[in-house]
């Protein structure tokens, strides 16, 4: 079994990988549903203020008429995911979780809006529980109460209440392959190749020493940068190379659709081709020889990766970049379906109706024995009592 | 596999599987190429997020059949696919805990996130997830009607095995454990009663609440896990870092208990497990395991207990079923030194798999049946739990805060 072969077995490869038109059309439809939501949603809220009718009549009249709702776009709903990846970015690091926590978090946030709209459940309230979540499958689990109170006038109830949404939404798998540990393998097998300790790949009839040499030889990055002369100097340049790497991975490599489209070692390569692209195609000389067909063909894909982190949104937004998220938030505050608001009530409802050993209610069941009482009063007025049930009108218990 | 440079997807062209590979897919996980899918189940569930629709489509695939059993932990049933009677599966549905106010808890969080990547014929297949109303999961897991090993073992009566039968089930678990491993996934809960049989004979590595992956380097992580008779003693003296060999210890002590038919070292406390492995396999010492006298919870055992580590010939006395070369293999699995020890890797490069006897084959192995009640037994427990032992609950809670 090759690594490749495993690596289909992920899910993260069966699940989570598109092509981008897949990834695009996904959107779209998630879009789609997400509009005829609230639109349904808003007119039955005004059906019911107005107090229109029954419940039921009105949701399917509702899809005919539809009001006039001014709805997010495809485009909007992915800066406004976008600028919550970077909040929860600052959050995770605020806490001091290691990066596979920060990274996994990022990457639950951006799975879970493939398959749900902003306008539906705003990332603001689903921005903790992502990262609460990645703690747990992260194996960095720290309590609730602990979590909640690095968090602002958030309540332990407010961070908990979405983690079923969010499992749902991430269709109940949690494991998430970062490029991260790929990209430490290939630093130290660069070191060791300038340190004259280096393996080709198979089929590839160099020493460690004659790569070594080749290694000193390898032109700068930049044509004003001065060449690294002895193995010294190349171990420096890598280190370098290594760290500006690593922060693409951190950033542009989560912040962009790349985990979408593309393998976790195809997303450290092409971090370290943006980075020193002399160096990184020495370092794929070692595994795959110029002439091999796999090699042009490796590059076209690596080609268009780079180009999906150069495009990623930024890090450090600007402020237009800050003005548009706003002015999408104000946008999304007309937009949002009033069903699904209070996440905490809806939990609550749901747990509730599953387990009533707590005592709590349900509100309907309340309503049902209030008429109960009512009728029971009323029969016991009755001097001939209240009539006998009738086996086919009995009503089902609750 | 991170270091491969090869690209897994060829572009992004691959991603288009072939019509039977796609429809298996459908049926394990919803296909989420379909959202616009007029089947009955999107209908009811229209203007339903696009999650929500495929929760529902999933559910709408199986039935739920009678209760195999309950536990603190989960319920459960007999389910079959609603298109296919005859296609049996078992629905494990996790209890939502009113009392428990962390959300979903650690055990299911482990099982599903590894089960979900795990698929090996000798690891249990997760089939596919789905929620049910008030939000409790269901996790359709394949069918093992034929119980456990541990009832074979204890079947002394019953129940007559060999070598020849001992090699087959050691090569199956061998395979889920290197599987395990190769995917960077600690089970950390290997024993008798997690290892269930298929219909065929098959076993399958089942229980994946105490597993996790490798750990980063100088990143620790918790030695409370592993039931305790199945424990290695760097576990036991408390150590942070560790490798795949701990699942490799406890491989042999499975591998030696169906031997013996019963458990190698029974012990009662932590520290009477450690004198058990002093008595029986050897006193750790700076000698035959350098380093140890430094780990956190390193005790030292008086003159009484310090014990040479035991000899071949103590091996071949007592496991003599196995042969001479058996008997190496166990030895290698039962090293004190977890640098020392086999990996699972080794483990199955060892030659006494291709000495006689050969294994037998998997219609010939003994059975004894436990019925599908007892595939609800082992599934309803949780890790580290043995029934009515005095290991019960040995490793039930993770400490967390000792990180």
Redesign the interface.
Known sequence: ?T??E??????Q???W????Q?LAS?RS??NQ??V??VK?AIQSKRAEARGEGGENGERANARSVSPEVDCLTVEEEQRLVGYYCLKTMEFANFCDF?T?VMATAVQYLKRFYL???PM?YHPKEMMPIAV??AT??E?N????SKFAAKLNNTT?EQV?AP???L???L?????V???Q??LE??FM?LLALASGKGQPAPGIEKSSMELQDEMVNVPPAEANKPQARTPGEVKSRIGSVHDKAKEILKTAALLSDAYF??????I??SALLLVDEPLASFY?DT??PKSSP?RS??M??LR?CMETLQSSPSARPGKDERAACTRIDKKLYKCRNPDKLDLVGM?QA??R???S??GALDEKIVKKRKLERENSMKEGEDVFGPPLPKVANKQEPP | ?????????????E?KLSAAKAKS?AVR?GS??K??NQGAATAKAK??????Q??EETRQKYVKGKKLGEGTYAIVYLGHLKDDPQSLVAIKKIK?N?EY????A?DA?RE???L??L?HPNIIALHS?F?S?????NLVLEYLPQGDLEMLIRDVEGIRYGAAEVKTWMGMLGRAVWFCH??FVLHRDIKPNNLLIAADGEIKLADFGLA??F??PY?G?TSQVITRWYRPPELLFGARFYSGTVDVWSMGMVFAELILRRPFAMGTTDINQLELICQNIGTPNEENWPGVTKLEGYVKFDNLNSQPVKGRDFYLGTFGLIGSVGVDLLMAMLTLDPRKRSTARQVLDHKWWATDPRPTAKRDLPRKGGGPAKMGEDLKRRGGEIEDGPGDKVARKLN?AAR
């Open positions: 079994m690594e490749d495993i690596y289909r077995t992920s899910t490869y069966r699940l990988s598109f092509t981008p897949t996904l439809t998630t549903l997400a005829e939501g349904s290691p596979n398959s749900n709209s539906t609460f979540f747990k499958t194996n689990y720290i309590s609730l332990t908990i983690e079923f949404l499992t749902q939404g269709r109940f798998t949690f494991d392959r970062h490029p540990r790929g393998g290939g097998e489209l593309y393998t976790p070692p195809q450290w390569m794929l595994k795959i796999m063909k490796l076209i894909t268009a939990n749901q747990k109706d599953g387990e050993k707590d | 596999m991170a270091v491969s440079p090869l690209p897994a997807q060829n572009g992004t062209s991603i897919l996980t989420m190429s959202p616009g203007g339903a997020e696009l999650a929500e495929l929760n939502v009113t106010r962390e959300g979903l650690m969080v599903l996130k590894h979900q990547e698929s997830v929620s109303r008030n939000q409790n999961l190769e995917n996790r992956s750990s980063d990143r992580m967390f």
